[in-house]
């Protein structure tokens, strides 16, 4: 058993301030050879909750999104694991994953949308899954909800982060 799984379960975050500590208590779990994948629609706090990690490794270098570089390296700026920052979704298959050669044995990786991929390349897991504006808004998209104000009630809703160990 890990340190990592004091964290299974759901919870709720409230704000990126909170999504970002609730990263960097994860990610000082985090060893070498540690699989993170990260699921949830576009704004969810994906790469929000890896700058949390990212400060708790002591990485190098400003964690954004890897949508356009698919993968980014942050090295260590000690002794530690590089982190490995991916976007999987314009992957099609684990083979896909397999040729951006990640050195997965000594670095941490945290891969955005690799669920699909992720047994291909790593025997143990970890899965986030985040929800975006699923309580405390008042928002029902089912009635035609729409406009200016839903994205800004969105953004202001509570996560609901679930995270749990595949294999």
């Not at 340190?3 to 301030?17: M, T, W």
């Not at 999504?19 to 994860?26: D, H, S, V």
Request: aromatic content about 6%; proline content about 5%; glycine content about 12%.
């Amino acid at each position: 058993m890990s340190g990592l799984d004091a964290f299974v379960g759901d919870r709720e975050i409230a704000s990126p301030e909170d999504m970002e500590a609730l990263g960097r208590a994860f990610g000082s779990e985090l060893r070498a050879g540690d699989l993170v994948v990260l699921t949830g629609p576009l704004g969810a706090g994906k790469t929000t909750l890896t700058r949390g990690i990212a400060e708790s490794l002591g990485v190098r270098g400003r964690v954004q999104s890897p949508t356009f570089v698919i993968a980014r390296t942050h090295p260590s700026l000690a002794d530690g694991p590089a982190l490995v920052h991916v976007d999987a979704y314009r992957l099609g298959t684990d083979g896909e994953l397999d040729d951006l050669d990640i050195d997965f044995d000594n670095s941490v990786v945290i891969a955005e949308w690799a669920a699909p991929f992720a047994d291909a390349v790593a025997d143990r897991w970890w899965e986030v899954e985040i929800d975006r504006g699923w309580s405390g808004t008042g928002v029902d998209n089912a009635c035609g909800t729409a406009g200016p104000h839903l994205a800004a009630m969105e953004d202001a809703a509570p996560r609901r982060v679930r995270i749990h160990r595949h294999g």
